[in-house]
């Protein structure tokens, strides 16, 4: 926590500074506001005038994420077709980082899986397969699954889920097989060996989807999704464990709205569900990272003003644009971010707060 409050301190005086310096002041704030983004981009390779390259270089992205498959077009490749050619593209996106880059993925086993073996990476078994394991092959799984993703050049994994298989009837977590049981204590377990596995590797881990999904009937890539007649605190005791040990690190949001936590907002854009809860109550020091933000559920309802209004707003450190489901310009987002904090929407201490902890993020992981 001191360190923390160090790096806060640093910042803000560094920012201080050169206050008098407008210009040079709104590149320095673009570049905090790049850093705290995720984004997905088309393409299998990139060169120095690839356009994720220059977004890159220019505004201190915090990272990408990686898909094999267009989500509207399967049969066409985006960025995974084979290990060498995986391994070459994040090779060159790390080489052509001017700051850490987190690399990023869905590689949960089963169904959720980027790199798969029709590619001719491992096969890695669905969560449910895994949760019918003892320790010792559960650990085999994923020492497996963490070396594939290493040697891929992939420094950040958004698994395991933690989600409970509370409700039989969801189709997105428990219908694909992506929960390890319904009992806390099992998930916890399969979790933290997951987990493990990963940061040994120098892989984060990313724990989803908060403050639970397990229950839900329906899909929030597609939707509005109210969890508030079916959710329950005992979906919060998985991370609860997995923070008071100190494994969670990064902690990814659901799009999901519970009325018990918040009459107004689902969970992504909720102050009282990531601060209040999360952070206050549960004791969470780590960063937040949004679900993607162009899933249904929140596109659907909101602005782009809006969106990152209010999940910056809300306690997310790092938000996700995928570009899977739609299209995001990168210099249109930043600057709407920009004069967001200009106007004093969004304060400027949460692109400072969310800066420190991104920055102490990467001091956990080896991004060369």
């Known amino acids: 926590m001191k360190r923390f409050f160090a790096l806060l301190i640093s910042t803000i005086v560094t920012l201080s500074a050169t206050q008098s310096q407008s210009l040079s002041n709104n590149e320095k704030l673009k570049k905090m ?37 267009h989500f509207n077009d399967r049969s066409k490749t985006k960025n995974i077709s084979s290990p060498s050619q995986l391994k070459t593209l994040t090779s060159s996106l790390k080489s052509f980082a001017l700051k850490p880059l987190l690399i990023s993925v869905d590689q949960e086993g089963g169904k959720v899986a980027r790199l798969k073996p029709a590619y001719g ?9 895994v949760s019918e394991m003892d320790a010792y092959m559960t650990k085999r799984v994923y020492d497996n699954l963490a070396k594939t993703l290493k040697d891929a050049g992939i420094n950040c994994n ?51 989807h908060f403050p639970g999904h397990g229950s839900s009937l329906g899909d929030s890539h597609n939707g509005f999704v109210d969890i508030s007649k079916t959710w329950s605190e005992v979906e919060l005791e998985p991370y609860i464990e997995l923070i008071h040990s100190g494994d969670a690190r990064m902690i990814m949001t659901a799009h999901v709205f519970n009325s018990n936590l918040d009459e107004l907002y689902p969970s992504t854009l909720s102050y009282k569900t990531n601060t209040e809860l999360l952070r206050d109550k549960l004791g969470y020091e780590g960063v937040i990272v949004s ?11 909101y602005t782009l003003e809006q969106i990152v209004t209010l999940t910056i707003n809300s306690g997310v450190d790092m938000l996700l644009f995928g570009n899977q489901l739609s299209y995001q310009d990168n210099d249109e987002l930043v600057e709407t971010i920009l004069a967001q904090v200009k106007n004093g929407a969004i304060p400027l201490s949460r692109i400072l707060e969310s800066n420190s902890r991104v920055e102490q993020l990467f001091t956990k992981i080896k991004t060369k």
Do not use: C, W
């Open 33 to 69: 506001i790049g850093r705290m983004l995720i984004v997905g981009f088309e393409s299998e390779r990139v060169t120095k005038d690839s356009l994720i390259v220059k977004q890159m270089q220019k505004y201190y992205l915090g990272g990408v994420i990686l898909f094999d498959r």
């Open 121 to 129: 990476f491992e096969a890695t078994p669905s969560a449910k397969v």
């Open 158 to 208: 958004f698994a395991p889920v933690v989600d409970l298989a509370t409700n039989p009837q969801n189709r997105v977590i428990v219908g694909l097989k992506r929960s390890y049981s319904s009992e806390p204590k099992e998930v916890a377990k399969y979790a933290k060996i997951f987990m493990d596995a990963l940061r040994e590797k120098h892989i984060i881990s990313v724990l989803k």
């Open 291 to 301: 679900d993607d933000l162009q899933m249904g559920a929140i596109a659907n309802h």
